[in-house]
Each structure stands twice: as structure tokens, then as C-alpha cells.
């Protein structure tokens, strides 16, 4: 059937048409079933809802399946119904406890790519490997199909690297000081990263402070051989569009199955060509990894992995026991860390994980023996800042911005420490909550400093943390969370007494 196209004001994240149920019923459709939409030669596969929001003969698209298939404006569509597809039965097996073939797991993750399969059939998938797990080979399948379906970034010449941070700690921002250190040493480190999903900001919102990061492949590959580096947000481009839907799907799920966690980080550092990867393994005890022992664990399966797929991988078991420097939140990371460049020197825990995992990449490709005092050269002759600069001003930003220069937000809050003593514990749970609460990362000024950390000695009026917001209502909502939970707990030296 013919039906004329209309664009709605509505906003969903999938792929879908409404219909008026009396259309749906001449095509035979029911509540879940699919549809193919042709328009000319262009054709798209979409989940068909009904309501009488639409009259007979039109079917309405939200302003997102308009975005993603190209949809300018009203135009005639064939709709046909569709079977449910075959990576469906394929899940199901799965779930049986059963193993993909390569066939089986490629079909998967290019229906998932192409928008084939719908957020309850992603779900499946997701928890099927969560239960019953991938062996090394399905997870080789399915990150070569993950590139496969996406866009890749081929260079000509030159040593490509990268870095990851399998995330889970607050103020994580280190690659803002490694790329431009590995990019003074002649490498190229084309760095796609991520946004905040449930922390305070991810890496590509904190560089968004200083530039644009919204850069397409082209862009990427461009910038990257002009200066050395980019710092990118990886949602931008079609890089593994698999992996950004099934990001998408377990966030309301809460969960990241070791197979999801693996393949994303492998197929993005494959995707860019990098030959040589380093990945960030935080732990502690509220760190997505608990143990020492989880930490190794998953080193040797990135390890593993790298092998299979012709990369070099070393991992770095790095401490998540509190935040990476002081500063939480976009203005205040990227303050932070520009400062510590522009001044070299800074938190020792901030250039410590920078350096070191800039180092180890020196290692890795030969430049150096001992990586971590190259890397440390480099950043105090103030090279990293130089190339910092270049790679700000090839993104679109102002190469001269000081960190001074930055603002943040104007609503302040500081929290004293109610006695003397040391610094017992930090909840970084609650730290996140608090900056997230203030703002961030929406509101770039938005989020908190951190004025002691565990171990150090303070004294009674001492500040603890200072709470920064853009809106004198997210700032009280920010106060609420910290008065409610204690995000840091300040003790004397004796702890208990028992008698």
C-alpha cells in the first residue's frame, strides 16, 4: 500500500511509523509486527505502532526515524509487512545455551547495525550473552562484524595508536594530557570518545569545553594526520553502530555483560586502525571492577583478544578508589587539566595516569625504554601543551584559551569538615550524584572540586568539597544529595573502641 509520509513533532529512540489502526488492519498488522518503508529507491526497516493521531492513508514518523533514513519532508512510501527476522531464532539459541557460527552472530550484529532488530530483541541478545557468555571466537565474529558495519578510518602512513578507560570512576580525563604527549612523539593517537552516561561528564563532553567535537570520519582522519591527534565524541560518526545501539539499551537495563564491554572497546580501536592500544582497567571497591583479581581477569581477555585481531594490547590496572585529580565536571576537568599544562605540574594522581599510560605506549612502539620518563620530558618542556593547542585549534577551538578563561558556574556551595581528623572514605557514588545533581554534564560549569582526598589530614572548618551550578535550583537539588548522603567521611585516628 501507498501511503503519504508526515513528519511528527514526537521524539523516540527507534526506528518506527505510526499508523491509523484501520490501515494496520488491511495490511494485517499487529502490536510489535514490523513494516518495510520504501521511498524510491532509499528503504527502511520500522517497529509499527498504532493511534488515530494519523489519518487513513498517511503514516507519521518521529522526528528521529526522520533524521536517521534522511526524511526531508512529505513524500509517498510503499509499506509492506515483514516477517520477524532470522536473528531472532538466532538469539533464541542463545538463550538455549547454545553456540553462534559465524553466519549466526554476522547476521546479529548487521540487523542490529541496520536498525533490523527492535530494543526488546537487542535486550535478548544482550542478556543471552550476559547468561550463557561468548567463547573467544564468537567474540572475534563479533567484532569484526561490528567494524564490518560501520565506517572505518584507513591511514596511509604513520604508527596509530590509542588509549581506553573501561570507565567506572568519576573525573576520568587523563587523555586529555596522553593524546597531545603521544602526539609530540610523532605517533598518531585518533582518539574517538564517549559522553557521559551516568557520570558527571565523559571525555568527549570535558574537550567539548575547549572545541568542537562533533566530527565525522573525514574530519577525524584529516585533523589527526594534519597535528597527531584528535580528542572526538565516537557518537558523531558511524564508527560500530552496533555497539552505540546496544549501549543504548543497556543503560535502562543497568547492566554491561563482560562479551558488550569487550567487543565495544576492541571494535572502536579497530574501526580507527590503531595497531598499538593501551586500556585503563580502574579498580576498587566502587569502581566497575572490585578486585585486583576481576582486573587481571579481563586484561588477559582484552589481551586475548588483541592477539586474535592482530592488535597489541597492554593493559593498565590502574587504583579506582577515589577521582583521577580533583575537578569533576566538564569546565572544571578540562580547567584542571589545561592548568596542569600550562603550569606542569599538578595532581599527582592526574599526570601519573596520564604520563604513565602515554609511557607505556612509548614502550609498546619502540620510541623509548623507559616510556614514563620520556612521557614525563615531554610534558614538562611543555610540548604537551604546544600540541594541545593545535589539536584544540584544528577542532575548531581558540588555541590561545588559558585556563583561566574557563567559567564555571557562579553558584556556589562549599562543604567544611565538621572536625579534625583524616579523610576516612570517599563515596564516589555520591560525589557523582552531587555533580550530576548541580548540572553536569548539560550545564558545562556545573560539578565539584574536591579539596581533600582519602588519607589526607584536615582540620575542623577545613573545605571538603565545593559545589559549583549554573541555576540556584540545581545547586539546592546538589545540597539535598550531599546533606542526605555524606560524600566524604572525615575520622580521628582511632576509629572504635571495644571493651
Not at 202 to 221: F, P, Q, R, W, Y
Amino acid at each position: 500500500m501507498k501511503f503519504q509520509i508526515k513528519i511528527l513533532p514526537l521524539r523516540s529512540e527507534k526506528l518506527s511509523v505510526i499508523m491509523n489502526p484501520r490501515d494496520a488492519e488491511e495490511l494485517g498488522l499487529k502490536p510489535g509486527d514490523r513494516v518495510k518503508v520504501s521511498i524510491g529507491k532509499e528503504l527502511f526497516v520500522a517497529d509499527a505502532d498504532f493511534a488515530e493521531i494519523v489519518k487513513e492513508g498517511e503514516i507519521g514518523v518521529c522526528s528521529y526515524t526522520a533524521q536517521v533514513c534522511n526524511l526531508k519532508g512529505e513524500c509517498l512510501a510503499e509499506v509492506y509487512p515483514i516477517s520477524r527476522p532470522k536473528s531472532v531464532e538466532f538469539i533464541r539459541k542463545k538463550l538455549d545455551g547454545m553456540k553462534y557460527s559465524s553466519y549466526e552472530i554476522k547476521s546479529i550484529i548487521s540487523d542490529i547495525s541496520k536498525n533490523v532488530l527492535n530494543d526488546l530483541e537487542i535486550s535478548a541478545f544482550i542478556l543471552a550473552n550476559e547468561i550463557v557468555g561468548l567463547s573467544d571466537e564468537e567474540l572475534q565474529w563479533m567484532i569484526e562484524s561490528m567494524v564490518e558495519n560501520g565506517e572505518r578510518i584507513t591511514f596511509s602512513k604513520g604508527v596509530i595508536v590509542d588509549v581506553h578507560s573501561v570507565g567506572g570512576l568519576p573525573s576520568n580525563r587523563f587523555p586529555l594530557i596522553t593524546v597531545p604527549t603521544v602526539a609530540s612523539a610523532g605517533l598518531l593517537i585518533p582518539k574517538t570518545a564517549s559522553r557521559a552516561i551516568t557520570s558527571a561528564s565523559g571525555t568527549a563532553d570535558t574537550m567539548e569545553v575547549l572545541a568542537n567535537v562533533n566530527l565525522s570520519v573525514d574530519e577525524i582522519k584529516e585533523i589527526t594526520e594534519k597535528v597527531g591527534g584528535v580528542i572526538a565524541w565516537g557518537g558523531a560518526t558511524n564508527i560500530a553502530p552496533a555497539d552505540d545501539r546496544i549501549i543504548k539499551v543497556e543503560h535502562p537495563l543497568s547492566i554491561d555483560p563482560r562479551p558488550q564491554l569487550l567487543a565495544s572497546v576492541m571494535a572502536k580501536k579497530g574501526a580507527v586502525g590503531a595497531k598499538y592500544v593501551v586500556i585503563d582497567i580502574p579498580f576498587g571497591e566502587e569502581a566497575k571492577i572490585e578486585n585486583a583479581e576481576g582486573a587481571k581477569s579481563l586484561a588477559r581477555d582484552f589481551i586475548e583478544l588483541g592477539k586474535r585481531l592482530g592488535l597489541n594490547v597492554a593493559c593498565a590496572l590502574t587504583y579506582g578508589g577515589q577521582p583521577i585529580g580533583r575537578a569533576i565536571g566538564p569546565a572544571l576537568e578540562a580547567k584542571e587539566a589545561l592548568k596542569a599544562m600550562e603550569e606542569r605540574r599538578g595532581s599527582s594522581s592526574l599526570l601519573e595516569k596520564s604520563l604513565g599510560i602515554a609511557g607505556i605506549l612509548f614502550e609498546m612502539t619502540g620510541i623509548a625504554n623507559d616510556g614514563y620518563s620520556y612521557a614525563k620530558k615531554i610534558f614538562e618542556s611543555g610540548k604537551t601543551l604546544e600540541k594541545f593547542k593545535e589539536i584544540i585549534a584544528a577542532q575548531g577551538g581558540d588555541e590561545k584559551i588559558r585556563s583561566d578563561d574557563i567559567e564555571v558556574g557562579d553558584k556556589i556551595y562549599t562543604i567544611t569538615s565538621q572536625r579534625s581528623g583524616i579523610v576516612r572514605e570517599m563515596n564516589l557514588k555520591t560525589i557523582n550524584e552531587i555533580a550530576r545533581a548541580a548540572g553536569a554534564p548539560k550545564d558545562k560549569g556545573a560539578g565539584v572540586y574536591v579539596h581533600r582526598k582519602r588519607g589526607e589530614v584536615v582540620k575542623t572548618g577545613d573545605p571538603l568539597l565545593t559545589i559549583y551550578a549554573e541555576k540556584e535550583w540545581k545547586l539546592d537539588n546538589a545540597i539535598e544529595v550531599a546533606k542526605f548522603e555524606r560524600p566524604i567521611v572525615v575520622s580521628g585516628m582511632i576509629l572504635e573502641v571495644l571493651r
